[in-house]
């Protein structure tokens, strides 16, 4: 039987992913949707999640599409009813937050999914098969893009907890913690802050991994013009390159051919696999990247912001 699900938060990603991924999925049914600003036609409304949760049996599970800083309370409403959880990206707002609802799905049994986009993206699998048989010799991501284009009016993603530039930058790093074969960790970085903004508009990294591989990771909200989404990887046997986010492979100056994209398929279809197992999936890394940057970088106070 299809599973019931709930969208909370009725914003730019549900409707553009969540609302036509889940329509065509074989594994679930749209039941409900909760937003303050209003619902989709010809489906149950609810103004929030009190209300979407107050209404009985209707939904087995959510999808919690709002920003991280409203995720938690949401997430705990939702376990505690006996739902299953969906995690837009970030799973929250710090990484103890998330660790409390992973407790607590464990403990009733429900199962929560911190859902990471660009894991599916179509060139990363076959990105982390072919760096596993080859020695790396350095890693740069380059993830620079106009913030105007992408995030207009989104006064949450600038507000302490929306995470500024690493709203964008923590898709590579949830793609560089996939695909290389060790875990690694921040030197040190440089954050960007506009002086009227509490979240950095840029963030320079620098990180190694255990065996001594230098990585680096230059995150950008000021590009105009063409926008670089680039992973690189030196290796002995060439340059492995994921760019346009993940979606483009090309290995020694080959571009690699690849499925279309269906990253959000690719999320639901592992979250359906993971209620019929009862199981979690909560991987917190890209986020302890995020909270290690916050820890061990200077901060610069740049240009204020406007949009
Ligand atoms: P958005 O367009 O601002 O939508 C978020 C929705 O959440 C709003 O429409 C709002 O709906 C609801 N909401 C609940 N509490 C809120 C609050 N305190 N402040 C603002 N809105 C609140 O944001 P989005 O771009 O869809 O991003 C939402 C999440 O998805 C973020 O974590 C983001 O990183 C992730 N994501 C976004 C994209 C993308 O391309 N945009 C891609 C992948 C992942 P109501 O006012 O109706 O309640």
Redesign the pocket.
Known sequence: MAIRIGI??????????HVPVITASPDFTLAAV?????GLPDLPYH??IAAMLADGDAIDAVAL???????YEAARAAILAGKHVFL???PGATLSEVKTLADLARDHGVSLFASW?SRYASGVAAAKDWIAGRVIRSVSVAWKEDVRV??P?????WEPGG?GVF??G??ALSIVTHILPRPFFLLDGTLSFPANRGAPIAADLTFRDETGVPITAAFDWRQTGPQTWDIRVETDDGALVLSKGGSVLTIAGMVQETAPEAEYRGLYDRFAALVARRESDVDVSPLRHVADAYLRSARVVVAAFED
């Open positions: 909370v938060g009725l914003g730019k990603i549900a409707r553009d992913q909760a937003s303050r600003s209003g103004h929030d599409c709002q920003p991280p800083q409203a995720r837009e990206k970030p986009h992408w995030h009016g989104q006064a949450w993603i995470l709203d964008p923590i898709n």
